[in-house]
């Protein structure tokens, strides 16, 4: 299985995108998940998808980091 872990600036953003991706119908996992063992909140990850899966999570991935510009 491959995975993007993405690193926050802090355990408060961490849970932000955690929340904007789920409420946008994305699953990920934060970092004290079973396969995250020993990452705090500021880390998630993501399961690579298909092409068109993962176009989707791009779109609704630059949507979160719209709304902080």
């Known amino acids: ?3 993007i872990l993405l690193c926050f600036s802090s355990l408060k953003k961490g849970r932000e ?3 904007f991706m ?3 119908g994305i699953i ?3 970092g004290n998940g079973n396969i ?3 990452l705090d909140d500021s880390y ?3 399961v690579m998808g298909t ?3 993962m176009d989707e ?3 609704i991935m630059e949507k979160f980091s719209n709304l902080f510009t």
């Open 17 to 19: 995108f955690y929340e």
């Open 44 to 46: 998630v990850r993501i």
């Open 22 to 24: 789920e409420s946008n």
């Open 51 to 53: 092409s068109k899966q």
């Open 57 to 59: 999570v791009k779109i």
């Open 36 to 38: 995250n063992i020993g």
């Open 1 to 3: 299985m491959n995975a």
């Open 28 to 30: 990920t996992s934060l």
